[in-house]
């Protein structure tokens, strides 16, 4: 069982719709992400909280936006997206951002599909 | 730039044992992790690699060379739960992970 839970597990959306992914961690970690991960391709970081405060954002288009209220919970805010935005969402969390051996815990990501 | 290459695929029997291959030119290097993620979940850690050698988890494995650029994970006693992608991914100079496409693992009976 993952201490990392993401809502919904599955959100289909039209282009002018607005959405929110949700994460929280039950782990104490630090640290939250945001990954994309699309079929056949790396990983691809898309933002990075630590303390709560944004420390990496991976020029990602403005019609994504995060929001970290806290060290336990992290937030992906969808408007006007793009088909080619569809894919799998994960969010991840780590103890301590920055440290070579900070090891990240995954959770089951959101799987979106934009209409 | 900075690249992780893994085979896309690779099929092996139950059993049996297979070795999953990962090269990496990257800015610097602070260690090196391998994930598990079955279809439809969560990418689970398996290990982390940051001094040459074998280290060893029960029936998984985990080398590392870092003057090759090569690490590779070894599945031993194979089983159909086994069945998923595995991740590699290493961690540059600036402490960035930089992830592989993965290898997905077929296991057939």
């Known amino acids: 069982e993952t201490g990392v839970t993401q809502t919904p597990r599955h959100l289909v959306m039209g282009m002018t719709n607005k959405k929110s992914l949700k994460c929280e961690q039950h782990?104490?970690?630090?640290?939250m992400y945001w990954y994309k991960q699309s079929a056949k391709k790396p990983l691809e970081l898309m933002f990075v909280?630590?303390?709560?405060?944004?420390?990496e954002n991976n020029s990602v288009p403005s019609r994504f936006s995060p929001e970290c209220p806290n060290s336990s919970h992290l937030f992906l805010h969808l408007h006007t997206l793009q088909p080619e935005d569809s894919a799998l969402y994960l969010c991840?969390?780590?103890?301590?951002?920055?440290?070579?051996?900070?090891?990240?815990?995954f959770g089951p990501g959101t799987r979106l599909t934009v209409l | 730039g900075q690249n992780i290459d893994q085979p896309t695929e690779m099929t092996a029997t139950e059993g049996a044992i297979v070795q999953i291959n990962c090269t990496y030119q990257?800015?610097?290097?602070?260690?090196l992790f391998w994930y598990q993620q079955h279809a439809g979940e969560a990418p689970t850690f398996l290990s982390y690699n940051v001094l040459d050698g074998l280290e060893e988890k029960g029936r998984f494995s985990s080398f590392l060379s870092r003057s090759k650029g090569y690490s590779y994970l070894l599945l031993k006693e194979l089983q159909m739960k086994d069945s998923a992608s595995y991740l590699c991914a290493v961690r540059d100079a600036n402490y960035q992970l930089i992830w592989g496409a993965g290898t997905k693992l077929i296991i057939k009976p």
């Open positions: 990257t800015s610097g290097f602070n260690g």
């Open positions: 991840a969390s780590s103890q301590e951002y920055g440290r070579a051996a900070d090891t990240q815990y």
């Open positions: 909280y630590s303390l709560e405060e944004r420390v």
């Open positions: 782990l104490g970690h630090n640290a």
